[in-house]
């Protein structure tokens, strides 16, 4: 070895240093991209699942309450006879119509939008023709001042 190739060899070694230093940083990058990649794709599965869940069961909570709601007006109104009446239990029926029509099986339907808006406009309807509040919060929630 001549003294040349010597201080060529010192010389370049900052050079070669920082040309391997570049190769692990690309190296632990890429891969930490891909890690991450992979463990933000499962993460965001489990919160869509957690989400879709929780939306699911509101609307089925929903549309169970029209169906109850219904059901009781429309026990209630069977029994008389006058024409205002019978306007208000042809609404009920309609009501309840589209509560079973409503499809709980297919929750991938793009439908399914437009059927719950379709429910909760006959709802506030009904809810019109019956002289009754649209808002029923209070009572779903229950009653905070009650204590047993």
């Given at each position: 070895?001549?003294s040349e190739d010597l ?39 489990l919160d869509g699942q ?55 099986d297919n929750a991938m ?40």
């Amino acid at each position: 070895m001549n003294s040349e190739d010597l201080f060529d060899h010192i010389f370049m070694s900052e050079n070669r240093c920082a040309r391997n230093l570049y190769l692990i940083v690309t190296w632990y990058q890429g891969n930490g991209y891909r890690d991450g990649f992979e463990e933000g794709t499962r993460q965001g599965m489990l919160d869509g699942q957690k989400h879709g869940a929780s939306h699911g069961a509101k609307v089925s909570t929903e549309v169970s309450f029209y169906r109850g709601f219904a059901l009781t007006w429309k026990c209630l109104l069977q029994d008389t006879a006058n024409a205002k009446s019978r306007k208000q239990v042809k609404a009920v029926e309609s009501l309840i119509g589209l509560v079973e029509q409503f499809g709980y099986d297919n929750a991938m339907s793009t439908s399914l939008l437009d059927e719950i808006q379709k429910i909760r406009t006959k709802f506030r309807q009904v809810c019109s023709l019956l002289s009754v509040p649209t808002d029923f919060h209070d009572y779903v929630n229950g009653s905070s001042g009650m204590s047993f």
